[in-house]
């Protein structure tokens, strides 16, 4: 079984701080998939990231992933109290998507005013 | 906009109860996937289908069943209900691709009470 390590479990920050939330594996994954889920809501997919080294941008958030795909991280900068939410990593295995994604527990992110 | 739509957002039921979730997805997606979520433990897939009437059991299956009659709706039941069933429970489906990449559309979820 793939496991995903999410960390921090809970981050409570002040608006306008940096912050890096990381997901760590000791499997490989084709690809991974960063979620962002509000209250009350499903997750909504934020970014994917499949090669190994690479870096994506949307806007304030930066998505890196591990040169051995087995590890990414989320950056935030200059955080915002509308980035609050649950930041949750999903790794897919060699068997691909259609046998479902491996979720780490997710991050608990409250951005204070 | 694919679109994810689970029958109800809110249900209580009592132990012993047959419960049904439906889903319904309307992008024509092959693969359609149940998770409950849970505090401290994070999604965890209990059935995904890969096709009509194909089904394929996750890492907790354990008193749940799904069907998948028709391509855009996958069901997951509750035989009978118990009350460490109480959960958020997610359906997700996702276009059958070639490989890597694959977006999961999530609908808004039902939570469940089992009283």
């Known amino acids: 079984t793939q496991l995903l390590e999410q960390s921090p479990q809970f981050l409570s920050i002040q608006e306008g701080e940096n912050l890096t939330v990381y997901c760590n594996s000791s499997?490989?994954?084709?690809?991974l998939q960063w979620y962002r889920q509000e209250p009350g809501e499903g997750p909504v997919l934020l970014v994917t990231?499949?090669?190994?080294?690479e870096v994506k941008k949307l806007k304030r958030l930066t998505f890196q992933f591990g040169d051995a795909r087995k590890d990414s991280s989320l950056h935030i900068t200059a955080a915002q109290p509308g980035d609050t939410g649950l930041y949750l990593c999903?790794?897919?295995?060699?068997?691909?998507?259609?046998?479902?994604?491996?979720f780490g527990k997710g991050t608990h992110l409250i951005i204070q005013p | 906009d694919v679109k994810v739509t689970q029958s109800s957002r809110y249900l209580v039921k009592r132990t012993g109860e047959k419960v049904f979730l439906e889903c319904v997805q309307d992008?024509?997606?092959?693969?359609m996937f149940w998770y409950r979520q849970d505090p401290g433990l994070g999604l965890r897939l209990i059935y995904f289908?890969?096709?009509?009437?194909?089904?394929e059991k996750g890492d907790i299956p354990e008193g749940y069943s799904v069907s998948r009659e028709k391509k855009e709706r996958f069901s997951l039941i509750l035989e009978s209900a118990s009350t460490n069933q109480t959960s958020m429970y997610l359906c997700?489906?996702?276009?059958?691709?070639?490989?890597?990449?694959?977006?999961?559309?999530f609908g808004p979820g039902t939570r469940l009470l089992v009283l």
């Open positions: 997700a489906s996702t276009a059958q691709g070639t490989g890597a990449q694959e977006t999961q559309y």
């Open positions: 499997s490989v994954f084709s690809s």
């Open positions: 990231v499949v090669t190994g080294g």
């Open positions: 992008m024509d997606h092959e693969n």
């Open positions: 999903a790794g897919e295995g060699a068997g691909g998507g259609a046998d479902g994604l491996t």
């Open positions: 289908s890969y096709d009509v009437k194909m089904k």
